[in-house]
Nanobody, 122 residues
């Protein structure tokens, strides 16, 4: 069992930056692949980024490549999402997710956090 708690959301102007954090707890949390998803109002939840259990592999949705960076610190059982050059349309609830492998975390994660709101203003 893995519990995920996101933090770091808030209000930011378009073009600005935010860093989200996801604290994972559970005996084997550091062995899980981790990911970030987002859900904008009236839209389906969508994949944003994923990182393998050891940080050696990452994957991004095309819309965030070059602007977002996912990373992890297994000593702290924490995953980060650095978001730069934020756009108005990226206002959404951002969710942390975990699964036993990278493919799973990108498609049907087993574990989800409660989400953190990111609002991008003009």
């Amino acid at each position: 069992q893995v519990q995920l708690v996101e933090s770091g959301g808030g209000l930011v102007q378009a073009g600005g930056s935010l860093r989200l954090s996801c604290a994972a707890s559970g005996r084997t949390a550091s062995t899980y692949a981790m990911g970030w998803f987002r859900q904008a109002p009236g839209k389906e939840r969508e994949f944003v980024a994923a990182v393998s259990w050891n940080g050696g592999a990452t994957n991004y949705d095309d819309t965030v490549k070059g602007r977002f960076t996912i990373s992890r610190d297994n000593a702290r059982n924490t995953v980060y999402l650095q978001m730069n050059s934020l756009k108005l349309e990226e206002t959404a609830v951002y969710y942390c997710a975990a699964d036993s492998n990278t493919r799973g975390v990108q498609s049907r994660p087993k574990y989800w956090g409660q989400g953190t709101q990111v609002t991008v203003s003009p």
